[in-house]
């Protein structure tokens, strides 16, 4: 294999999991080239990955026909040897499927599928992880079945890191896309008044989770966490959650950060469940869900905006502990 694209432009958390897939195609053909496409905005987070040649874009806020063509394109010139297509939707199908790449692995469930030379099962529920659903696509080649995402901070990311994270400290990321993939605010209310006492607490997030994670800040009984939501980077919040006494996640994007820089977390799932997947893989790593037996959970793969039941017991009747904890 001379040439390899990776295809995977679904959101931060997949691009991060598909990261083992770039690893041990670079294990097995170490002479190879390796290009992979991710969605717009995502690219920053392949920052400093040597086995990775080039990071194409798929920038669909100026047209996505368009983009789609003008990827197609430009991949057919490349000739790749190898197209691998993790994502499991259309518009990347195409571009997997119309590559002219001698050989198509991709998902059977992609609706272009049949554009594949081989199809591959994704099934979600059994437990299996979504790191080995990846690699199982390089089973042939002899691909070992499970291996731990790697995110690469540079130097000046891990400085700016030690300039914030000096002595102890925990970090947490209350923000989610989905309202019911999100610890309830009291719960992180709660976790803040009590490591508040061991340590110095910052809140990560994005530029659009500033107002959310000051408004939990306010109602904490010392308002002394920090909020650092929409300051730092990917890659420099990656490399302060590496050094973190413990990191706090929900079932979202940096749960999988953590995973990829082997630092320590702790996860909360409310309405989706660990079996989808998509859980911790981080060595010093624990899940925490309601344990009681809800007939309505889970209630889907990516979760809701709201609670389809009104009372969010998934979220609210997490045990969070504390007083097991140190």
Known sequence: ??????????????????TPVISELKRLFPSSEIDILVRKGN?????????INSVFTFDKKNGKIKAIISL????RKEQYDLVINLHRFGSSGIIAGLSKGKKRYGFAKNPFSFLYTKKFNHEIGNGKHEVERNLSILKEFGAIEKLRPELFPSEDDFLIADQIGNGT???????????TKQLPVSKWVELINYYTEFGTIYLLGGKGDVDFCNSIIEQTESKMGINLAGQLNLLESAALMKNATRNFVNDSGPLHIASAMNAPVT?????????????????????????EKLAC????????????????????NIDLGLSNEA
Request: hydrophobic share 40%; aromatic share 14%.
């Open 1 to 18: 294999m001379k040439k390899i694209l990776i295809i995977q432009t679904a959101f931060l958390g997949d691009v991060i999991l598909a």
């Open 43 to 51: 690219e920053s987070l392949l920052a400093n990955n040597l086995k």
């Open 72 to 75: 197609i394109k430009k991949f």
């Open 169 to 179: 400290y925990f970090c947490f990321a209350p923000a989610s896309v989905w309202f």
């Open 267 to 291: 996860s909360f799932f409310c309405s989706t469940v660990p079996d989808f997947g998509f859980g911790p893989l981080s060595d010093d790593s624990e899940i925490k869900q309601d344990v």
């Open 297 to 316: 959970r889970p209630c889907g793969l990516h979760g809701h905006k709201a609670c389809p039941k009104e009372n969010f017991k998934c979220g609210n």
